[in-house]
């Protein structure tokens, strides 16, 4: 008996959980995936496959290979590497690329860095720790602390390429991965200009919900749920997993629809992005909760910040945020009409001029 009456305690736990914790403003549905208390068997990362796969075209103009690199944790991370073909010999500058959070390089990630490659760069797009080719485990895991350092170890990668010089190396993170990129770049010295589109600070969302609304009452709760949560994936020796991301019920908000719009149709779908084809794990949250990663974001100073964001964007408050605690020199740049995800794949609205020129600017010879 007293075993069939934890089995009824423990349903109503992970009935009343469930309840609350989707109750917390979309990031669980948009970011996070929508969240339900069962495990869930997630695909291992593959080994990496030599076909094009990526959401956009090959270009003609660059010359593209795969490679590999470690973490300062010994985690196998994978890349694709974008070199201009008509480049004349000699070091060139170089560009690391990352994110969206819950993205693969296959996606927005690799069409910056292949567009950047055409305009005259080295660039890297590579899958974060425990997601897409790159190795980690248990899968589909987010840490502010290890994600942070795959920035630095895409700058190792890059700075062990014989036509890079490593006095020219710059950084561009989108979305959730434009925080990580920040924080990487406040402690990495080697790091001369960083780009920031229309991006999200993941502790300040998971810790204070969308606009700053969760209540002290409210993330106690929630803390007290993940909490729990890491019982329940120790007892079992796994992490549980929600459903898939982003498949929509009707009624979500408009930015969660973008969302869809973009991972799950053809325009950005890849199978194995985490928000097209999979879900986090419940307790990924638990490390952003308590970690602020821009707190050092002045530090940056003197290099360079350009931030860019749409203006119908709901994410632009970040940036704005971002901006304002940042040090000289600094730029935001606003761009007239667009949403959030436009800044993903839209390449008649990405700034692609204007990230040219400011790579160009501050990692000038």
């Known amino acids: 008996m007293k075993e069939d009456k934890n089995v009824e305690n423990s349903g109503k736990f992970a009935r009343s959980s469930r309840r609350s914790v989707l109750k917390f403003a979309g990031a669980s549905v948009a970011i996070l995936g929508a969240v339900s208390l069962f495990k869930r068997t997630e695909a291992k990362a593959s080994n990496m496959t030599d076909e094009w796969d990526k959401t956009f075209p090959k270009s003609e103009k660059v010359e593209h290979k795969k490679v590999s690199f470690k973490n300062r944790y010994g985690i196998t991370l994978a890349g694709d590497l974008y070199v201009p073909k008509d480049h004349a010999g000699g070091k060139l500058a170089a560009i690391a690329v990352s994110g969206p959070f819950g993205a693969v390089k296959e996606q927005s990630s690799g069409l910056y860095a292949q567009t950047m490659a055409e305009r005259g760069f080295v660039a890297l797009a590579f899958d974060p720790s425990y997601t897409g080719e790159s190795g980690g485990e248990p899968r589909n895991n987010a840490s502010p602390d290890i994600n942070t350092e795959d920035f630095s170890a895409a700058v190792d990668c890059l700075g062990m390429q014989p036509m890079v010089d490593r006095e020219r190396i710059g950084i561009i993170g989108i979305c959730g991965y434009g925080g990580l990129a920040l924080n990487a770049v406040a402690v990495d010295k080697r790091v001369k200009a960083v780009v920031a589109s229309t991006m999200y600070d993941m502790t300040r969302l998971m810790s204070k919900g969308y606009n700053d609304s969760m209540t002290l009452e409210q993330r106690t709760q929630r803390l007290e749920q993940l909490s729990q949560q890491r019982w329940q994936d120790a007892e079992r020796g ?4 929600g459903p898939v991301s982003l498949e929509l019920k009707g009624g979500e ?26 879900s986090w794990s419940l307790t990924s949250a638990f490390p952003f909760m308590n970690m ?4 050092y974001i002045a530090e940056i100073s003197p290099r360079p ?28 740049m606003i761009i007239p009409g667009a949403n959030h995800t436009d800044l993903y794949d839209q390449v008649d609205i990405i700034p692609f001029d204007k990230l040219q020129s400011f790579f160009e600017q501050h990692l000038a010879v």
Not at 260 to 277: I, L, M, Q, T, W
């Open 305 to 332: 910040v350009l931030f860019i964001h749409g203006e119908k964007a709901h994410s632009r408050y970040f940036s704005e945020t971002a901006y304002a605690n940042a040090a000289e020199p600094k730029e935001l």
């Open 292 to 295: 602020p990663i821009l707190t």
């Open 253 to 278: 908000p408009q930015f969660v629809v973008d969302y869809a719009d973009y991972y799950k149709k053809p325009r950005g779908f890849h199978e194995r992005s985490v928000n097209s084809n999979g």
């Open 238 to 241: 796994s992490p549980a997993y």
